[in-house]
T-cell receptor, first 114, second 113 residues
Framework: NAGVMQNPRHLVRRRGQEARLRCSPM?????VYWYRQLPEEGLKFMVY????????ESGMPKERFSAEFPKEGPSILRIQQVVRGDSAAYFC????????????FGEGSWLTVV | SQKIEQNSEALNIQEGKTATLTCNYTNYSPAYLQWYRQDPGRGPVFLLL?????KEKRKERLKVTFDTTLKQSLFHITASQPADSATYLCALAGSSNTGKLIFGQGTTLQVKP
């Protein structure tokens, strides 16, 4: 059973470009979460999605950031017009429908903005 | 505001000893608390979950306690090994039965042979 798959693992973008991070949850998991880990800071919740629905986006920055989890395909975290402060590790996690307390993380996508 | 505190200083212990890590929280009444392990450049790995009505939980060499009066959890690794060296994260969740967690900054454990 493959774990949570994230790609790309490393991404370099120039200021003003767009970054797209993809996440495929574990098989059978229909709940996806995105977390961000800034340098020297802890993991911070960003958004919680189910298929085709955003359940909780209370941790998402108000501008430039968006997330989706379409009926088919991976979940996408999109950052428009990136700035240096967006440089961080972005982790996706998933949980099964019956046990949403326990989440399983992917290996992360490391975004560097130059 | 809600706050979780883990010892920011690294914990260095000798192989074979018991490592004890602390997680304190304020302004929060979590339904459950979790501990994760994170290695450099990797994603967090789930270790243990303990609910508000549980005092203690064990899994192999790991033991977690949860004191909702003191607002504290202790995480113990007995018979520690160099392979246990990592950063350990404490995370809290409310009662909404989701994976929306509040994480501490983690404590780095170094086990010396």
């Amino acid at each position: 059973n493959a774990g949570v798959m994230q790609n790309p693992r490393h991404l370099v973008r120039r200021r003003g470009q767009e970054a797209r991070l993809r996440c495929s949850p574990m098989k059978g998991h229909s709940h996806v979460y995105w977390y961000r880990q800034l340098p020297e800071e802890g993991l911070k919740f960003m958004v919680y999605l189910q298929k085709e629905n955003i359940i909780d986006e209370s941790g998402m920055p108000k501008e430039r950031f968006s997330a989706e989890f379409p009926k088919e395909g991976p979940s996408i975290l999109r950052i428009q017009q990136v700035v240096r402060g967006d440089s961080a590790a972005y982790f996706c996690a998933s949980s099964p429908p019956a046990e949403r307390n326990t989440i399983y993380f992917g290996e992360g996508s490391w975004l560097t903005v130059v | 505001s809600q706050k979780i505190e883990q010892n920011s200083e690294a914990l260095n212990i000798q192989e074979g000893k018991t490592a004890t890590l602390t997680c304190n929280y304020t302004n929060y009444s979590p339904a459950y608390l979790q501990w994760y392990r994170q290695d450099p450049g990797r994603g967090p790995v789930f270790l243990l979950l303990i609910r508000e009505n549980e005092k203690e939980k064990r899994k192999e060499r790991l033991k977690v306690t949860f004191d909702t009066t003191l607002k504290q959890s202790l995480f113990h690794i007995t018979a520690s090994q160099p392979a246990d060296s990592a950063t350990y994260l404490c995370a809290l969740a409310g009662s909404s039965n989701t994976g929306k967690l509040i994480f501490g900054q983690g404590t780095t454990l170094q086990v010396k042979p």
